[in-house]
Protein backbone atom coordinates (compact mmCIF):
# COMPACT_ATOMS: atom_id res chain seq x y z
CA UNK A 1 0.00 0.00 0.00
CA UNK A 2 1.62 3.17 -1.11
CA UNK A 3 1.57 6.39 0.82
CA UNK A 4 -1.07 8.86 -0.65
CA UNK A 5 0.57 12.34 -1.24
CA UNK A 6 -2.10 14.41 -0.18
CA UNK A 7 -1.80 17.89 -2.04
CA UNK A 8 -5.05 19.12 0.11
CA UNK A 9 -4.08 18.69 3.38
CA UNK A 10 -0.17 19.93 2.42
CA UNK A 11 -1.51 23.23 0.70
CA UNK A 12 -3.96 23.91 3.52
CA UNK A 13 -1.05 23.79 5.72
CA UNK A 14 0.75 25.76 3.79
CA UNK A 15 -1.90 29.03 3.01
CA UNK A 16 -2.40 28.74 6.94
CA UNK A 17 1.32 29.36 7.72
CA UNK A 18 1.07 32.16 5.20
CA UNK A 19 -2.55 33.37 6.72
CA UNK A 20 -0.32 33.41 9.94
CA UNK A 21 3.11 35.27 8.93
CA UNK A 22 0.33 37.98 6.37
CA UNK A 23 -0.83 38.92 9.47
CA UNK A 24 1.90 40.07 11.63
CA UNK A 25 2.99 41.65 8.26
CA UNK A 26 0.26 43.33 8.64
CA UNK A 27 0.40 44.07 12.17
CA UNK A 28 3.77 46.25 11.45
CA UNK A 29 2.10 48.11 8.11
CA UNK A 30 2.72 45.89 5.25
CA UNK A 31 0.75 44.87 2.88
CA UNK A 32 0.75 42.44 -0.06
CA UNK A 33 -1.03 42.96 -3.37
CA UNK A 34 -1.78 40.77 -6.07
CA UNK A 35 -2.92 42.07 -9.64
CA UNK A 36 -4.29 39.69 -11.31
CA UNK A 37 -4.64 40.24 -14.93
CA UNK A 38 -6.96 37.58 -17.73
CA UNK A 39 -7.44 38.39 -21.35
CA UNK A 40 -10.68 36.97 -22.68
CA UNK A 41 -13.13 34.47 -21.39
CA UNK A 42 -11.96 31.29 -21.50
CA UNK A 43 -14.03 29.39 -19.06
CA UNK A 44 -10.49 27.35 -17.64
CA UNK A 45 -8.61 30.10 -17.10
CA UNK A 46 -11.77 32.17 -15.76
CA UNK A 47 -11.80 29.09 -12.88
CA UNK A 48 -8.13 29.07 -12.08
CA UNK A 49 -8.26 33.11 -11.70
CA UNK A 50 -11.10 32.98 -9.28
CA UNK A 51 -9.08 30.04 -7.23
CA UNK A 52 -6.15 32.31 -6.90
CA UNK A 53 -8.18 35.46 -5.65
CA UNK A 54 -10.23 33.07 -3.32
CA UNK A 55 -6.64 32.53 -2.04
CA UNK A 56 -5.55 35.60 -2.17
CA UNK A 57 -8.93 36.86 0.02
CA UNK A 58 -8.55 34.00 2.69
CA UNK A 59 -4.86 34.53 3.33
CA UNK A 60 -5.24 38.40 3.33
CA UNK A 61 -3.51 39.67 0.25
CA UNK A 62 -5.34 42.03 -1.82
CA UNK A 63 -6.27 41.11 -5.09
CA UNK A 64 -6.55 43.69 -7.89
CA UNK A 65 -8.52 42.21 -10.86
CA UNK A 66 -8.22 42.86 -14.64
CA UNK A 67 -10.76 41.83 -16.55
CA UNK A 68 -9.56 42.63 -20.02
CA UNK A 69 -12.05 41.94 -23.31
CA UNK A 70 -10.36 38.85 -26.53
CA UNK A 71 -9.45 42.00 -28.48
CA UNK A 72 -7.16 43.82 -25.92
CA UNK A 73 -3.95 44.72 -28.07
CA UNK A 74 -0.41 43.59 -27.50
CA UNK A 75 0.13 47.53 -26.71
CA UNK A 76 -2.15 47.67 -24.30
CA UNK A 77 -1.27 44.96 -22.25
CA UNK A 78 2.19 46.03 -22.28
CA UNK A 79 1.17 49.31 -21.20
CA UNK A 80 -1.00 47.78 -17.80
CA UNK A 81 1.84 46.25 -17.21
CA UNK A 82 4.25 48.91 -17.05
CA UNK A 83 1.90 50.74 -15.14
CA UNK A 84 1.41 48.20 -12.45
CA UNK A 85 5.55 47.74 -12.73
CA UNK A 86 5.83 51.00 -10.81
CA UNK A 87 2.88 51.21 -9.25
CA UNK A 88 4.30 51.09 -5.53
CA UNK A 89 1.40 49.49 -3.89
CA UNK A 90 1.64 46.11 -5.85
CA UNK A 91 3.80 43.38 -5.14
CA UNK A 92 2.84 41.01 -7.50
CA UNK A 93 1.61 40.45 -11.20
CA UNK A 94 0.17 37.53 -12.56
CA UNK A 95 -1.07 37.44 -16.26
CA UNK A 96 -2.86 34.23 -16.89
CA UNK A 97 -1.72 32.38 -19.73
CA UNK A 98 -3.15 31.48 -21.92
CA UNK A 99 -2.97 34.59 -23.74
CA UNK A 100 -5.06 35.37 -26.90
CA UNK A 101 -3.23 34.70 -30.61
CA UNK A 102 -2.59 38.40 -31.21
CA UNK A 103 -0.34 39.05 -28.02
CA UNK A 104 3.20 37.25 -27.73
CA UNK A 105 3.53 35.36 -24.53
CA UNK A 106 7.36 35.54 -24.37
CA UNK A 107 7.05 39.46 -24.71
CA UNK A 108 4.57 39.55 -22.25
CA UNK A 109 6.51 37.29 -19.29
CA UNK A 110 9.25 39.54 -20.11
CA UNK A 111 7.70 43.13 -20.10
CA UNK A 112 6.59 41.80 -16.18
CA UNK A 113 9.66 43.17 -13.20
CA UNK A 114 11.43 40.28 -12.29
CA UNK A 115 10.81 41.52 -8.48
CA UNK A 116 6.79 41.21 -9.36
CA UNK A 117 7.10 38.35 -11.44
CA UNK A 118 5.58 35.57 -8.97
CA UNK A 119 4.75 33.24 -11.76
CA UNK A 120 8.49 32.90 -11.79
CA UNK A 121 8.31 32.70 -15.60
CA UNK A 122 10.33 35.85 -16.37
CA UNK A 123 14.12 34.85 -17.77
CA UNK A 124 15.95 36.48 -14.88
CA UNK A 125 14.11 34.38 -12.37
CA UNK A 126 14.34 30.98 -14.30
CA UNK A 127 18.44 32.27 -15.08
CA UNK A 128 18.63 32.52 -10.70
CA UNK A 129 17.44 29.06 -10.51
CA UNK A 130 20.00 27.85 -12.64
CA UNK A 131 22.55 29.20 -11.06
CA UNK A 132 21.18 28.75 -7.16
CA UNK A 133 20.53 32.37 -6.39
CA UNK A 134 17.40 33.32 -5.56
CA UNK A 135 14.29 34.18 -7.24
CA UNK A 136 10.89 33.52 -7.64
CA UNK A 137 10.11 29.63 -9.11
CA UNK A 138 7.45 28.74 -10.60
CA UNK A 139 4.69 27.49 -8.70
CA UNK A 140 4.18 24.04 -9.30
CA UNK A 141 7.54 22.43 -10.04
CA UNK A 142 8.14 24.47 -6.15
CA UNK A 143 4.80 22.99 -4.87
CA UNK A 144 6.21 19.83 -5.96
CA UNK A 145 9.14 20.13 -3.28
CA UNK A 146 6.93 20.73 -0.69
CA UNK A 147 5.12 17.36 -1.08
CA UNK A 148 7.93 16.05 -1.36
CA UNK A 149 10.02 17.46 1.72
CA UNK A 150 6.60 17.44 4.07
CA UNK A 151 5.91 13.67 3.64
CA UNK A 152 9.62 13.16 4.70
CA UNK A 153 10.47 11.84 1.44
CA UNK A 154 14.35 11.85 1.16
CA UNK A 155 15.53 13.59 -1.94
CA UNK A 156 19.55 14.08 -2.14
CA UNK A 157 20.95 10.67 -4.16
CA UNK A 158 17.88 9.56 -5.69
CA UNK A 159 17.12 8.75 -9.30
CA UNK A 160 14.54 11.24 -10.63
CA UNK A 161 13.17 11.28 -13.93
CA UNK A 162 11.15 14.01 -15.32
CA UNK A 163 8.83 13.13 -17.96
CA UNK A 164 8.16 16.72 -19.53
CA UNK A 165 10.03 19.36 -20.48
CA UNK A 166 8.12 22.05 -20.25
CA UNK A 167 9.57 25.95 -19.47
CA UNK A 168 6.60 25.87 -16.50
CA UNK A 169 6.74 22.14 -15.13
CA UNK A 170 9.31 20.03 -16.63
CA UNK A 171 12.72 22.03 -16.56
CA UNK A 172 12.21 24.22 -13.70
CA UNK A 173 11.14 21.07 -12.14
CA UNK A 174 14.65 19.21 -13.07
CA UNK A 175 16.37 22.31 -11.89
CA UNK A 176 14.87 21.80 -8.30
CA UNK A 177 15.76 18.45 -8.15
CA UNK A 178 18.90 19.06 -8.93
CA UNK A 179 19.11 22.25 -6.35
CA UNK A 180 18.36 19.15 -3.83
CA UNK A 181 20.83 16.70 -5.30
CA UNK A 182 19.11 14.23 -6.77
CA UNK A 183 20.72 12.96 -10.32
CA UNK A 184 18.16 13.93 -12.48
CA UNK A 185 16.63 13.08 -16.22
CA UNK A 186 14.56 14.65 -18.23
CA UNK A 187 12.38 12.40 -20.34
CA UNK A 188 10.18 13.85 -23.44
CA UNK A 189 8.90 12.93 -26.64
CA UNK A 190 11.79 12.39 -28.38
CA UNK A 191 12.97 10.05 -25.55
CA UNK A 192 14.23 6.33 -26.56
CA UNK A 193 13.18 3.53 -24.39
CA UNK A 194 10.86 5.62 -21.56
CA UNK A 195 9.58 2.49 -20.13
CA UNK A 196 13.34 1.30 -18.96
CA UNK A 197 14.02 5.00 -18.19
CA UNK A 198 11.49 5.44 -15.74
CA UNK A 199 12.07 2.16 -14.37
CA UNK A 200 15.07 3.30 -12.81
CA UNK A 201 13.64 5.97 -10.97
CA UNK A 202 13.14 6.09 -7.56
CA UNK A 203 11.29 9.45 -7.78
CA UNK A 204 9.19 9.48 -11.63
CA UNK A 205 7.62 12.53 -11.62
CA UNK A 206 5.55 12.69 -14.80
CA UNK A 207 4.05 15.97 -16.78
CA UNK A 208 3.21 14.87 -20.41
CA UNK A 209 -0.49 16.37 -20.71
CA UNK A 210 -1.31 12.40 -21.84
CA UNK A 211 -4.77 11.15 -19.68
CA UNK A 212 -3.31 7.70 -18.11
CA UNK A 213 -0.13 7.27 -20.36
CA UNK A 214 2.14 5.66 -17.35
CA UNK A 215 1.06 2.31 -16.52
CA UNK A 216 2.35 0.36 -14.16
CA UNK A 217 5.30 -1.35 -16.53
CA UNK A 218 6.64 2.32 -16.08
CA UNK A 219 7.11 1.85 -12.32
CA UNK A 220 9.81 0.60 -10.09
CA UNK A 221 8.34 -1.04 -7.10
CA UNK A 222 8.77 1.42 -4.33
CA UNK A 223 9.00 4.25 -6.54
CA UNK A 224 7.89 7.69 -5.22
CA UNK A 225 5.07 8.56 -8.22
CA UNK A 226 4.10 12.33 -8.97
CA UNK A 227 1.83 12.96 -11.47
CA UNK A 228 1.38 16.73 -12.42
CA UNK A 229 -1.43 15.39 -15.58
CA UNK A 230 -5.00 16.39 -14.93
CA UNK A 231 -7.51 15.54 -17.53
CA UNK A 232 -11.19 14.86 -17.27
CA UNK A 233 -11.79 11.34 -18.43
CA UNK A 234 -14.10 9.87 -20.84
CA UNK A 235 -16.47 7.70 -18.74
CA UNK A 236 -16.35 5.13 -21.84
CA UNK A 237 -20.36 5.09 -22.31
CA UNK A 238 -20.40 8.03 -24.90
CA UNK A 239 -20.66 10.58 -22.15
CA UNK A 240 -18.17 12.28 -20.60
CA UNK A 241 -17.81 11.65 -16.59
CA UNK A 242 -16.90 14.38 -14.10
CA UNK A 243 -14.05 11.72 -13.00
CA UNK A 244 -10.66 13.55 -13.09
CA UNK A 245 -7.71 11.10 -14.05
CA UNK A 246 -4.07 12.44 -14.38
CA UNK A 247 -1.18 11.18 -16.64
CA UNK A 248 -0.48 7.67 -14.27
CA UNK A 249 -3.09 5.06 -14.64
CA UNK A 250 -3.28 5.73 -10.74
CA UNK A 251 -5.15 2.19 -10.09
CA UNK A 252 -1.69 0.15 -11.41
CA UNK A 253 0.66 2.43 -10.14
CA UNK A 254 -0.26 2.86 -6.48
CA UNK A 255 0.33 -0.83 -5.67
CA UNK A 256 3.82 -0.93 -6.92
CA UNK A 257 4.53 2.79 -5.43
CA UNK A 258 6.13 3.40 -2.13
CA UNK A 259 4.20 6.82 -2.26
CA UNK A 260 2.04 8.11 -5.08
CA UNK A 261 0.07 11.54 -5.85
CA UNK A 262 -3.77 11.46 -6.50
CA UNK A 263 -6.00 13.02 -8.79
CA UNK A 264 -7.58 14.88 -8.13
CA UNK A 265 -6.19 16.28 -4.65
CA UNK A 266 -2.53 15.80 -5.03
CA UNK A 267 0.40 18.50 -7.20
CA UNK A 268 -2.91 20.13 -8.19
CA UNK A 269 -3.78 22.28 -4.68
CA UNK A 270 0.32 22.85 -4.30
CA UNK A 271 0.45 25.34 -7.43
CA UNK A 272 -1.95 27.87 -6.25
CA UNK A 273 -0.31 27.92 -2.26
CA UNK A 274 3.23 28.21 -3.87
CA UNK A 275 1.91 31.21 -5.64
CA UNK A 276 0.89 32.89 -2.06
CA UNK A 277 3.75 32.01 -0.62
CA UNK A 278 5.28 34.16 -4.15
CA UNK A 279 3.36 37.02 -3.05
CA UNK A 280 4.33 37.00 0.19
CA UNK A 281 7.94 36.97 -0.69
CA UNK A 282 7.23 39.56 -3.00
CA UNK A 283 6.16 41.90 0.00
CA UNK A 284 8.62 40.85 2.02
CA UNK A 285 11.59 41.92 -0.70
CA UNK A 286 10.27 45.26 -1.05
CA UNK A 287 12.38 47.57 0.16
N1 LIG B 1 -2.02 29.05 -16.99
C1 LIG B 1 -1.95 27.75 -16.57
N2 LIG B 1 -1.13 27.66 -15.49
C2 LIG B 1 -0.69 28.91 -15.23
C3 LIG B 1 0.15 29.45 -14.22
O1 LIG B 1 0.71 28.76 -13.35
N3 LIG B 1 0.34 30.81 -14.28
C4 LIG B 1 -0.23 31.58 -15.23
N4 LIG B 1 0.03 32.88 -15.21
N5 LIG B 1 -1.03 31.11 -16.17
C5 LIG B 1 -1.25 29.77 -16.16
Same mark, same amino acid.
Given at each position: ?AQ??????????I?DE?R??V?VL??A????T?A??????DP?????V?N? #??? /???I? !???????? &???? @??E?L??????L???E?V??????????M???????I??I?P?K?V?G?H???????VI????????T????IQ??????I?IA??N???V?R???V???M??LM?R????????H?????L #??? /????? !???????? &???? @???YI????V?????????E????G??K??CG?????????????I?????????????????????????E?
Amino acid at each position: MAQIIDGKKISQEIKDELREKVGVLKMAGKEATLAVIQVGDDPASGVYVNNK #KKA /CSYIG !IRSLSYEL &PKET @TEEELLALIETLNRDERVSGILVQLPLPMQIDEDKIIMAISPKKDVDGFHPENVGRLVIGERGFVSCTPAGIIQLLKRSGIEIAGKNCVVVGRSNIVGKPMALLMLRENATVTVAHSKTQNL #KEL /CRQAD !ILIVAIGK &PQFI @TGEYIKEGAVVIDVGIHRAENGEGGTSKKLCGDVCFDQAEPLASAITPVPGGVGPMTIAMLMNNCVEAMQSES
